[in-house]
C-alpha cells in the first residue's frame, strides 16, 4: 500500500498560468478530500468526493478553482490564472470510513 | 457549515509532563472527532479518534475527551516524549457525506 499519492510533489507557476494538481487516492477507498494549508489559514477544506461523485465543495473559490475524479483511481484539482495567494501546500486525502488517510502534499508556488 | 477552533496555537512542556489542546466545534450533528499529527516537513497522519457514543477514549500515552454539551473535546498526552514534538490538528464531521473540518493546528514543543 503506496499511500495516497500527490503528483506533483512540487509545482512553480508564473502568476495567470495554470496548475493542475494530482491525486491517486488509495485503492478501495470510496471518499477522496482536497485540502489547502497555508501557515495563516491553517488547514482549509476545498471539496470532497464520494463514489467518485462531488459531494461538498463549498471550499473552492468560485472562480478559479475545480475539481474532477474521471475515475476511481485519480482526481485532478485544476486552477487557472494561478495568483500569489494561490501558494499553499494542496493535500489530498482519502478514505472509507473514519480515518483519513493524507498524501503527501503538492507544495505550489505563484510567483 | 461545521467551524472547529483550536484554542493553543502553541504549547510548550516539559519531558515527563502532560499536554493538554482543546478544541470547540459548532455544528451539533458533528459525531466523530479525529486528532492527526504532522511531524516538521511530513504530512499528517491519524493518532487517535472518539465518537459521539462515548466521551473518554485511551490508547497508550493519548487520551480524549467529550462533553458534547460544550461542544468541546480535548487530547491528553500523558508522559510526553521530545517525538510528541509536532504540531497536532483536532477534527470534527458528521460522518454522514461529510468532510471533517480541521482546527488550525496547535504546535507542541516538548522539551528535555
Known amino acids: 500500500n503506496a499511500g495516497v499519492i500527490q503528483t506533483p510533489r512540487h509545482k512553480v507557476t508564473g502568476k495567470g498560468q495554470e496548475a493542475t494538481l494530482w491525486c491517486e487516492p488509495i485503492?478501495?477507498?470510496?471518499?477522496v478530500f482536497w485540502y489547502r494549508q497555508t501557515i495563516v489559514q491553517g488547514l482549509e477544506f476545498l471539496t470532497y468526493?464520494?463514489?467518485?461523485?462531488?459531494?461538498?465543495d463549498s471550499g473552492m473559490p468560485k472562480e478559479r478553482f475545480s475539481a474532477q475524479m474521471p475515475n476511481q483511481s485519480h482526481s485532478t484539482l485544476k486552477i487557472q490564472s494561478t495568483q500569489p495567494q494561490d501558494s499553499a501546500v494542496y493535500l489530498c486525502?482519502?478514505?472509507?470510513?473514519?480515518?483519513?488517510?493524507f498524501g503527501k502534499g503538492t507544495r505550489l508556488t505563484v510567483v | 457549515g461545521e467551524k472547529v477552533e483550536q484554542h493553543e496555537s502553541t504549547l510548550s512542556v516539559r519531558e515527563g509532563d502532560s499536554a493538554v489542546i482543546n478544541c470547540t466545534y459548532t455544528d451539533t450533528a458533528s459525531s466523530y472527532f479525529p486528532w492527526y499529527k504532522q511531524e516538521a516537513g511530513k504530512s499528517l497522519h491519524f493518532v487517535i479518534d472518539i465518537r459521539s457514543n462515548v466521551d473518554r477514549k485511551q490508547s497508550q500515552r493519548l487520551i480524549v475527551l467529550l462533553d458534547k454539551k460544550a461542544k468541546r473535546f480535548s487530547l491528553h498526552i500523558t508522559a510526553t516524549q521530545p517525538e510528541d514534538s509536532a504540531i497536532y490538528f483536532c477534527a470534527a464531521s458528521n460522518n454522514n457525506n461529510n468532510a471533517p473540518r480541521f482546527g488550525a493546528g496547535t504546535k507542541l514543543s516538548v522539551k528535555p
Open positions: 485503492s478501495g477507498h470510496s471518499a
Open positions: 486525502a482519502s478514505s472509507t470510513t473514519g480515518e483519513v488517510f
Open positions: 468526493f464520494r463514489n467518485q461523485a462531488p459531494i461538498d
